[in-house]
Nanobody, 125 residues
């Protein structure tokens, strides 16, 4: 069973930064595209960013472009989401997901089979 674990969430002031990590145990992530999604209370889950298995292709939601950066370290079996210039509207539970999918659909939550449990990000003064 492929298991993903997110970490790095927390409470941060507006304008601050956090780095989320998505790690896997007992299997390698290098053959999977990874997506980051978020869900705020009362809202639908939305795609934030995704990265191809090689790391050569990335995709960002318009709302986070220029502020968030996705990367992966296959040697560490971990994918990161660096979040800078955080805004209150970034507050949500953030999930990572993995699938051996075609990159052009990596922004679609329905394309992913494996999901982590999520990590809370709260941006507030």
């Amino acid at each position: 069973q492929l298991q993903l674990v997110e970490s790095g969430g927390g409470l941060v002031q507006p304008g601050g930064s956090l780095r989320l990590s998505c790690a896997a145990s007992q299997f390698t992530l290098e053959h999977y595209a990874i997506g980051w999604f978020r869900q705020a209370p009362g809202k639908e889950r939305e795609g934030v960013s995704c990265i191809s298995s090689s790391g050569g292709n990335t995709n960002y939601a318009d709302s986070v472009k220029g502020r968030f950066t996705i990367s992966r370290d296959n040697a560490e079996n971990t994918v990161y989401l660096q979040m800078n210039s955080l805004k209150p509207e970034d507050t949500a539970v953030y999930y990572c997901a993995a699938d051996a999918l075609v990159f052009r659909v990596c922004h679609l939550s329905a394309a992913y089979e494996y999901w982590g449990q999520g990590t809370q990000v709260t941006v507030s003064s």
